[in-house]
């Protein structure tokens, strides 16, 4: 009898630990939904109130100019992604003396690169903000959702206007960088990474193994013609000397690149998508167009020659490293030439290639502004001083403390008055790119700073200006970046750019592996307009519109 | 009625243990299964996080219908039937046929080795599967390759075909899984009474006899259990290997409604899509549950309840 009460006593206590645990994490989200009705009001009125706090706080605490930022130590948690080259934030060098500068204590929790995309909107549903996003790659569209629709970041414009004289100054002399940043409603949610660095005008620089053409005895070709004859040469003739045919004629990294060659074929790359915009502003997707099938045939017949790297489609990034730094590759594309410094000497830069109608153009630009790199949420603590932080990266100054570190000891000034680092750090035996990470968030990109010509040298090496040198007169005059849409359209168009993507993914690939032949054209065409790429070119239009 | 709760009320005091007992399994489910059920109506909503799932405004059946209309929507839903009808037809009567054929090993020790080295892969992660497979359709060096090549076929980059997508699916599951499925089956052939072989082979009863006629027979309402429960997760194919399985060649086959709901709703932050997506994946499953159990106690008289 003793026992079978002990036993139902232990029944009992197992019961109720398994409702009681489960109390407390039913209680917490009704918590926090009571205290998202109150937030969610308007937009603007969060906002202000926020700032009226921090206009409290403002007379005791905070210094409207100069260091530290804030006389009594605060305390601000951070939300962002680690790139894999980077050590942990709260150990890294311009991390740590930045807060000895500021006096604000930064609570970093960053999560890997892997799964970060989940794990963002998650946070996002679960509405348990940070106080900062930090190179949290917010998109329009996140901004669209998260911002003008749900009211969870922070509208930055008077904070701007306010607390970033440098930011402020950068948007005055560039209306079309403030533009570029606003949102659907004209308000700026994030902060972004500008460059204004010859460099960072492309993306993509093109590169072509000099050591193999001096082997061979082969010029730089010119003309598309004259490059599927150097390819073919590549292939067949051995330059590597090893008397293997492992060469890789042409390196494409993966699917979503095999556009860096549409220049020739006058296809360019506006919205950093597959549009063009007329001298009248007048946007068109070119994936119908002919001239995009002739781009394709072309492509077409150099995978089946074996010219083109045969596992590009597999995005395959590990085999692509290491075909790199076997210097496997005859021809490739490349925004920077970190990845195969080993052997960057036998590479170089060359001009666009003429295509089959004379064009000669190189339609990989940039607008210079990578957007959603800063954001503050809502129910951020102090918005002031966490504007003063992020101001100073966009300095020139400040610029360069990001870029490089302190001088003397993690970098020297030159002969040209431009900053090199120290060779423990050039050379260091883990990899340059992994003793970056330990100084700044250069590796991976996407830090909300200012990088001009002088501090472009921590990711360019003199070769990778060269090459950007080289293609920069073929660039478009004009560059637009994707505009912001309201959130009912947000909507549309990620429904519509979801199928678009995967079905333009898959076609163009299957029609240059040979999958498919040419004959599917018009089918595929057919294919775009059903998924809705026009209306979709017209959702685009009224924002670029609205922009002017 | 009165006298009916009286009775109850009696017979719980009696069993006190017991129903404590049941009541722990009761409440994981209503906690754990059925609480978490209420957020189903941001489907029906346009979900907003600073609103929460209670107050965030309708939006009817927007995001049903965007589903409905969208390109893939035809294909998503072939290619998950297809696969799953495929993956059953396979792998749920192979199990079966292991386990008859382990029941006719006579020295144990022979029939203890097969039972192990059969069920073994059950226990590597998909990921090594997947990587296995990868390699093994290599167009140089993979294994599939070398086999095909050895009757002068061509090499193949499986991995990269639509149409093998499936096929390669279906059998790398039959070969992991077979082992572990075929467990129950054995089992449930140890409790068929061995006076009715004995009595079968005075008759004169040949081996495969002995099979047809009495060990499928004993084993059939195992089987038929089993065969609804498959048929109630027809539309759940497994995500993770699909998943790493897929590439952007393949997706025309290989895209099914969960990577679906995780590339839509998980990376790209539309919770009351995917919701919408997913809870028209259950009211499937749930349909063809209810059918299959129907047919089924129409024809066998036997069923889930």
């Not at chain 1, 917490?28 to 409290?56: F, L, M």
């Not at chain 1, 093109?206 to 040469?233: C, D, H, R, S, Y």
């Not at chain 1, 260091?428 to 700044?440: S, Y």
């Given at each position: 009898?003793?026992?079978?009460?002990?036993?139902?006593?232990?029944?009992?206590?197992?019961?109720?630990?398994?409702?009681?645990?489960?109390?407390?994490?039913?209680?917490?989200?009704?918590?926090?939904?009571?205290?998202?009705?109150?937030?969610?009001?308007?937009?603007?009125?969060?906002?202000?109130?926020?700032?009226?706090?921090?206009?409290?706080?403002?007379?005791?605490?905070?210094?409207?100019?100069?260091?530290?930022?804030?006389?009594?130590?605060?305390?601000?948690?951070?939300?962002?992604?680690?790139?894999?080259?980077?050590?942990?934030?709260?150990?890294?060098?311009?991390?740590?003396?930045?807060?000895?500068?500021?006096?604000?204590?930064?609570?970093?929790?960053?999560?890997?690169?892997?799964?970060?995309?989940?794990?963002?909107?998650?946070?996002?549903?679960?509405?348990?903000?940070?106080?900062?996003?930090?190179?949290?790659?917010?998109?329009?569209?996140?901004?669209?959702?998260?911002?003008?629709?749900?009211?969870?970041?922070?509208?930055?414009?008077?904070?701007?206007?306010?607390?970033?004289?440098?930011?402020?100054?950068?948007?005055?002399?560039?209306?079309?960088?403030?533009?570029?940043?606003?949102?659907?409603?004209?308000?700026?949610?994030?902060?972004?990474?500008?460059?204004?660095?010859?460099?960072?005008?492309?993306?993509?620089?093109?590169?072509i193994n000099t050591k193999w053409l001096e082997t061979l005895g082969m010029?730089?070709?010119?003309?598309?013609?004259?490059?599927?004859e150097v390819l073919i040469a590549f292939r067949d003739e051995d330059p590597n000397g090893n008397g293997e045919k492992d060469e890789i004629p042409l390196g494409?990294?993966?699917?979503?690149?095999?556009?860096?060659?549409?220049?020739?074929?006058?296809?360019?790359?506006?919205?950093?998508?597959?549009?063009?915009?007329?001298?009248?502003?007048?946007?068109?997707?070119?994936?119908?167009?002919?001239?995009?099938?002739?781009?394709?045939?072309?492509?077409?017949?150099?995978?089946?020659e074996g010219l083109l790297w045969q596992e590009?489609?597999?995005?395959?990034?590990?085999a692509?490293?290491s075909n790199l730094s076997g210097e496997l590759f005859g021809a490739m594309?490349?925004?920077?030439?970190?990845?195969f410094?080993n052997c960057?000497q036998d590479y170089?830069?060359?001009?666009?290639?003429?295509?089959?109608?004379?064009?000669?153009?190189?339609?990989?630009?940039?607008?210079?502004?990578?957007?959603?790199?800063?954001?503050?949420?809502?129910?951020?603590?102090?918005?002031?001083?966490?504007?003063?932080?992020?101001?100073?990266?966009?300095?020139?100054?400040?610029?360069?403390?990001?870029?490089?570190?302190?001088?003397?000891?993690?970098?020297?000034?030159?002969?040209?008055?431009?900053?090199?680092?120290?060779?423990?750090?050039?050379?260091?035996?883990?990899?340059?790119?992994?003793?970056?990470?330990?100084?700044?968030?250069?590796?991976?990109?996407?830090?909300?700073?200012?990088?001009?010509?002088?501090?472009?040298?921590?990711?360019?090496?003199?070769?990778?200006?060269?090459?950007?040198?080289?293609?920069?007169?073929?660039?478009?005059?004009?560059?637009?970046?994707?505009?912001?849409?309201?959130?009912?359209?947000?909507?549309?168009?990620?429904?519509?750019?979801?199928?678009?993507?995967?079905?333009?993914?898959?076609?163009?690939?299957?029609?240059?592996?040979?999958?498919?032949?040419?004959?599917?054209?018009?089918?595929?065409?057919?294919?775009?307009?059903?998924?809705?790429?026009?209306?979709?070119?017209?959702?685009?239009?009224?924002?670029?519109?609205?922009?002017? | 009625?009165?006298?009916?709760?009286?009775?109850?009320?009696?017979?719980?005091?009696?069993?006190?243990?017991?129903?404590?007992?049941?009541?722990?399994?009761?409440?994981?489910?209503?906690?754990?299964?059925?609480?978490?059920?209420?957020?189903?109506?941001?489907?029906?909503?346009?979900?907003?996080?600073?609103?929460?799932?209670?107050?965030?405004?309708?939006?009817?059946?927007?995001?049903?219908?965007?589903?409905?209309?969208?390109?893939?929507?035809?294909?998503?839903?072939?290619?998950?039937?297809?696969?799953?009808?495929?993956?059953?037809?396979?792998?749920?009567?192979?199990?079966?046929?292991?386990?008859?054929?382990?029941?006719?090993?006579?020295?144990?020790?022979?029939?203890?080795?097969?039972?192990?080295?059969?069920?073994?892969?059950?226990?590597?992660?998909?990921?090594?599967?997947?990587?296995?497979?990868?390699?093994?359709?290599n167009r140089d060096y993979?294994?599939?390759?070398?086999?095909?090549?050895?009757?002068?076929?061509?090499p193949?980059?499986?991995?990269?075909?639509?149409?093998?997508?499936?096929?390669?699916?279906?059998?790398?599951?039959?070969?992991?899984?077979?082992?572990?499925?075929?467990?129950?089956?054995?089992?449930?052939?140890?409790?068929?009474?061995?006076?009715?072989?004995?009595?079968?082979?005075?008759?004169?009863?040949?081996?495969?006899?002995?099979?047809?006629?009495?060990?499928?027979?004993?084993?059939?309402?195992?089987?038929?259990?089993?065969?609804?429960?498959?048929?109630?997760?027809?539309?759940?194919?497994?995500?993770?290997?699909?998943?790493?399985?897929?590439?952007?060649?393949?997706?025309?086959?290989?895209?099914?409604?969960?990577?679906?709901?995780?590339?839509?709703?998980?990376?790209?932050?539309?919770?009351?899509?995917?919701?919408?997506?997913?809870?028209?994946?259950?009211?499937?499953?749930?349909?063809?549950?209810?059918?299959?159990?129907?047919?089924?106690?129409?024809?066998?008289?036997?069923?889930?309840?």
């Amino acid at each position: 009898m003793k026992r079978k009460a002990v036993a139902i006593f232990l029944c009992m206590a197992l019961l109720a630990g398994m409702t009681a645990g489960c109390a407390n994490t039913g209680a917490e989200p009704e918590k926090e939904q009571t205290t998202g009705t109150e937030n969610a009001g308007s937009e603007q009125e969060s906002s202000s109130k926020a700032q009226e706090e921090s206009g409290g706080q403002e007379s005791s605490n905070l210094n409207a100019e100069g260091f530290p930022i804030v006389n009594e130590q605060i305390t601000l948690t951070v939300y962002g992604q680690r790139d894999q080259n980077q050590t942990e934030w709260k150990n890294m060098l311009v991390m740590q003396e930045y807060e000895k500068m500021t006096n604000i204590h930064m609570d970093f929790q960053e999560v890997p690169a892997d799964g970060f995309a989940e794990n963002k909107q998650l946070l996002f549903a679960s509405n348990e903000l940070p106080d900062v996003f930090l190179r949290s790659a917010i998109n329009q569209n996140e901004v669209s959702t998260y911002g003008v629709g749900s009211g969870q970041l922070m509208i930055l414009d008077d904070l701007i206007e306010e607390y970033a004289p440098n930011l402020k100054k950068i948007f005055d002399e560039n209306p079309a960088m403030r533009t570029a940043c606003m949102a659907a409603d004209g308000h700026i949610y994030t902060i972004p990474f500008i460059n204004t660095s010859a460099t960072g005008k492309m993306d993509f620089k093109q590169w072509i193994n000099t050591k193999w053409l001096e082997t061979l005895g082969m010029e730089i070709p010119t003309t598309v013609e004259e490059f599927k004859e150097v390819l073919i040469a590549f292939r067949d003739e051995d330059p590597n000397g090893n008397g293997e045919k492992d060469e890789i004629p042409l390196g494409i990294r993966e699917p979503s690149s095999v556009y860096a060659l549409g220049g020739a074929w006058g296809l360019g790359h506006q919205l950093r998508d597959t549009y063009d915009i007329d001298e009248n502003g007048q946007i068109h997707n070119w994936l119908c167009d002919d001239k995009f099938k002739e781009y394709l045939i072309y492509l077409n017949d150099l995978y089946q020659e074996g010219l083109l790297w045969q596992e590009y489609y597999k995005n395959d990034r590990p085999a692509w490293r290491s075909n790199l730094s076997g210097e496997l590759f005859g021809a490739m594309y490349m925004p920077y030439s970190d990845v195969f410094l080993n052997c960057e000497q036998d590479y170089s830069g060359y001009e666009p290639l003429i295509g089959p109608y004379g064009e000669k153009f190189w339609a990989d630009g940039t607008t210079g502004v990578e957007t959603g790199c800063y954001a503050l949420s809502n129910t951020c603590s102090d918005p002031a001083a966490a504007m003063r932080w992020v101001d100073y990266f966009f300095s020139e100054e400040g610029g360069l403390f990001f870029a490089f570190g302190i001088e003397g000891t993690t970098y020297t000034m030159d002969e040209n008055a431009l900053p090199v680092f120290n060779d423990d750090i050039l050379n260091a035996e883990e990899g340059f790119m992994t003793a970056l990470g330990k100084i700044n968030m250069v590796p991976g990109g996407g830090f909300p700073c200012l990088r001009v010509d002088e501090t472009d040298g921590v990711v360019a090496s003199q070769r990778t200006k060269d090459a950007a040198a080289i293609l920069a007169p073929y660039l478009p005059e004009v560059y637009y970046a994707k505009p912001a849409v309201s959130a009912e359209e947000t909507d549309r168009v990620v429904a519509i750019e979801q199928d678009l993507n995967t079905y333009r993914d898959e076609a163009v690939t299957k029609f240059i592996i040979g999958e498919w032949g040419f004959d599917k054209w018009d089918e595929y065409c057919q294919t775009l307009e059903q998924i809705g790429i026009r209306e979709l070119e017209g959702i685009y239009q009224n924002a670029i519109d609205a922009l002017k | 009625m009165q006298n009916k709760i009286k009775k109850l009320g009696k017979s719980i005091r009696k069993n006190i243990g017991l129903y404590v007992m049941l009541a722990i399994p009761l409440a994981w489910y209503i906690i754990f299964k059925y609480i978490p059920m209420y957020g189903l109506q941001i489907a029906f909503r346009r979900f907003n996080p600073t609103l929460g799932i209670t107050q965030s405004p309708w939006v009817g059946l927007t995001y049903f219908k965007q589903f409905f209309d969208s390109y893939y929507f035809w294909d998503i839903l072939w290619n998950t039937v297809s696969l799953s009808l495929f993956t059953m037809l396979v792998g749920f009567p192979m199990p079966i046929v292991l386990a008859l054929i382990i029941n006719e090993i006579k020295n144990l020790k022979f029939k203890k080795a097969i039972q192990n080295i059969t069920y073994m892969p059950n226990f590597l992660s998909v990921v090594v599967i997947v990587s296995m497979l990868t390699l093994f359709s290599n167009r140089d060096y993979g294994l599939f390759n070398k086999i095909t090549g050895l009757f002068g076929c061509a090499p193949v980059d499986f991995m990269s075909k639509p149409g093998y997508f499936q096929p390669l699916y279906v059998f790398s599951n039959v070969w992991q899984y077979m082992g572990f499925n075929a467990i129950i089956y054995i089992a449930a052939l140890s409790g068929v009474d061995q006076e009715l072989y004995e009595a079968a082979s005075i008759d004169g009863a040949t081996r495969m006899q002995k099979i047809i006629h009495i060990s499928l027979p004993c084993i059939m309402s195992t089987i038929i259990v089993l065969f609804i429960m498959r048929i109630g997760n027809l539309m759940s194919v497994g995500f993770e290997k699909v998943y790493l399985m897929q590439n952007s060649v393949t997706l025309s086959a290989s895209e099914v409604i969960s990577t679906f709901i995780y590339k839509n709703g998980i990376q790209k932050g539309q919770f009351s899509y995917s919701t919408a997506v997913g809870m028209f994946n259950s009211v499937i499953n749930f349909i063809l549950l209810v059918s299959a159990n129907f047919v089924s106690k129409k024809t066998t008289k036997t069923g889930l309840w």
